[in-house]
């Protein structure tokens, strides 16, 4: 059957974007994606705050394009809203066309250049994540454009800014998925009663939210700069070992002799270790006596030492200098068949699946949000999640580094399907751009290729073995895992796997209310994984919705009570499996209930969360602090809380 008419705009929208972004994504990903930072050579411009908004106009999705809207100012083109950055723009109305809008909308914001900046200086648009695919136009000049949510891009933009005098940025953001994004989407039409409309379908568990999601920077670089820095770590008796490689960017005159770089070390309270260490050269290594080990929550008294290094680029021949400062955590991974072990010490994780994800700001960038998560994660006692099913901010990352908190760092690949080319570089690419964010961060112990693809199809054995053998040439320092969802007996990609991870719901998605199968075939499914494989087993998901306030007893599906006890069933099968000497890790789902698609099977959203969305406990996020701080004091020897347990009784 053809496709009408508005449904052919619909793809033409997307593919525009899409087509366009695949044109300059070489030049939007090529080099380092360094945090913006301020230093003796770099100054930096916050862009958050409210922006201009509005949706693509029906039926004609294209208008903005053949208007030119990028040319003007937005409020020149129609109406607009304020919309606040970062932020989803799902929630932030009381209209569900915003709210369930499908296709692109578009932001604009103006903004000064201080005629300072023309002396010596780069300036630099760097935005933190857009989903899903981006345009980005300065004073009218198209300057980048992406594609795949949740990462960083950026792109110099000296040659189109207007120094001393006020600019335009004009943003055009499309939220379509479909076969060849990460994650995957249909896009289908509808008949309503005001005609036919294209919407979005997916097959993951989360809500699309889209817009401008995390902070969006203007910053400047001396003409010569650093443009990357990779550290590696690790530990020769009590010497700490660092080795650095710093590359840079910008136009070098005619001459023989590139900058020369030096390198200090600072401890936590910014003391000098070492001084004007390099001579010169942009790759070295440092040697740190009685080094302070990067170790995880709990498992040392100061978990989550950093260091930092500070990079001085100089070009002395031309007056330029630039400074950067990169947190180091000196730390060792390693595994094997059976453990995976940090500074030689076996760890074993007990932690979440989590989302980003909150009233009102969907997954835009929240910084109470993320001290709260981080304060209820240690009351928990737990040391480690995964970034289900995408790439977090990095302001969330740097205190995972910080407090000692264990990452799986996850690509947005999710329900995986109908594999093709196409999809395998996307899925390299977004990779590609995460190893390049993440890669020096000594949280991130694990990199996750995948979230529930369907492994058992024939050709998923070619494609995963590609994406794995991508990784590994990027990061051979760090297992590679994903969560499987197929059965051990039909999978064919663990074979490639440091780490199997799994997800099954017992309890819930199978056998629904039979908490008495939940032993024997946590047990089952964990043995067999590991006799497939001989790898290193652990569970990523498990859990049941739970309704907060609603008790049932005896415990009954989507009661507080059933969530207890679908918990207490699993750790009793945890506690046989850590008996077994091959099971690492478990990680309930989830951390805090979440928004979903709307659905008959969802209530307002999925409620597998021991934390409501506003972070409120239920009974089972008390359970799973005695479990948890239980595990820490007999593996980890760590000392529990006074307020663990209540008083009872003096007898």
């Not at 934390?611 to 007999?634: C, D, M, V």
């Amino acid at each position: 059957m053809a496709c009408p008419q508005l449904l052919l705009l619909g793809y033409a929208a997307v593919g525009l974007v899409l087509s366009m972004a695949h044109e300059t994504v070489s030049r939007a990903n090529n080099g380092g994606i360094l945090y913006p930072q301020e230093s003796e050579s770099r100054d930096v411009r916050s862009l958050d705050g409210l922006w201009n908004f509005r949706l693509s106009p029906e039926p004609d999705p294209l208008t903005g394009f053949r208007e030119r809207w990028f040319q003007k100012d937005l409020s020149q083109t129609g109406e607009t809203i304020p919309m606040p950055v970062p932020a989803s723009y799902n929630d932030i109305t009381e209209d569900k066309t915003i709210r369930d809008h499908v296709g692109l909308v578009w932001y604009d914001r103006t903004f000064y250049v201080p005629e300072a900046w023309r002396q010596s200086s780069l300036v630099w648009l760097r935005f933190g994540s857009v989903h899903y695919a981006a345009q980005v136009w300065v004073n009218g000049h198209l300057v980048l454009s992406h594609e795949i949510g949740h990462l960083p891009f950026q792109a110099d933009i000296t040659s189109v800014v207007k120094f001393g005098a006020k600019n335009r940025i004009t943003v055009a953001v499309d939220n379509i998925l479909h076969q060849t994004t990460v994650p995957q989407g249909h896009v289908s039409e509808v008949n309503t009663d005001n005609g036919t409309r294209i919407i979005q379908t997916y097959t993951f568990d989360f809500f699309n939210y889209a817009g401008i999601h995390r902070s969006v920077h203007l910053y400047t670089t001396p003409s010569i700069y650093i443009d990357d820095i990779s550290v590696h770590t690790g530990i020769r008796g009590d010497t700490g070992i660092i080795m650095y490689n710093v590359t840079y960017g910008g136009l070098l005159r005619a001459t023989s002799q590139g900058p020369a770089c030096y390198v200090d070390l600072l401890d936590r309270d910014g003391n000098y270790i070492i001084r004007d260490a390099g001579s010169g050269q942009l790759q070295g290594e440092l040697e740190v006596p009685v080094a302070r080990l990067w170790w995880p929550y709990l498992m040392d008294p100061e978990p989550g030492y950093m260091y930092t290094l500070q990079v001085r680029l100089s070009a002395q021949q031309w007056g330029i200098e630039d400074i950067y400062r990169v947190p180091v955590g000196i730390r060792t991974v390693e595994w094997n068949n059976t453990s995976i072990l940090i500074n030689g010490r076996p760890i074993y994780l007990r932690g979440f699946g989590r989302h980003e994800d909150s009233d009102l700001r969907g997954k835009g960038l929240d910084y109470a949000l993320i001290v709260k998560d981080n304060n209820l994660i240690k009351w928990v006692g737990a040391n480690s999640y995964r970034t289900s099913h995408y790439p977090y901010a990095e302001e969330i990352m740097d205190f995972a580094d910080r407090e000692g908190i264990i990452i799986i760092d996850e690509c947005p690949s999710v329900d995986t399907e109908n594999y093709s080319p196409a999809l395998l570089e996307k899925h390299k690419d977004s990779l590609t751009q995460l190893i390049r964010r993440d890669k020096n961060r000594p949280s991130v112990i694990f990199w996750s290729i995948a979230n529930e693809a369907r492994t058992q199809l024939p050709v998923a054995d070619s494609y995963f073995r590609a994406v794995v053998e991508h990784v590994r040439y990027l990061d051979s320092t760090r297992p590679i895992t994903m969560a499987i969802a197929r059965g051990s007996s039909e999978d064919r990609t663990g074979q490639y796997l440091d780490v199997i991870g799994f997800n099954r719901y017992n309890g819930w998605y199978s056998n629904t209310g039979r908490t008495d199968t939940i032993y024997n075939n946590v047990i089952a499914e964990a043995t067999s994984w590991h006799h497939k494989y001989n790898k290193p087993v652990m569970m990523m998901e498990y859990g049941a919705d739970t309704l907060t306030g609603l008790h049932m007893f005896p415990e009954y599906v989507w009661s507080e009570e059933y969530q207890v006890e679908v918990m207490s069933k699993h750790f009793e099968a945890f506690d046989r499996l850590r008996a077994q000497g091959f099971f690492v890790g478990e990680m309930i789902w989830n951390f805090a209930d979440f928004k979903t698609a709307q659905t008959i099977t969802r209530v307002g959203g999925n409620k597998k969360g021991i934390f409501t969305r506003n972070r409120q406990p239920k009974s089972s996020a008390h359970h799973i602090r005695r479990r948890y701080w239980a595990l820490a004091g007999e593996l980890d020897k760590a000392v529990l809380p006074k307020n663990l347990n209540h008083y009872v009784s003096k007898s």
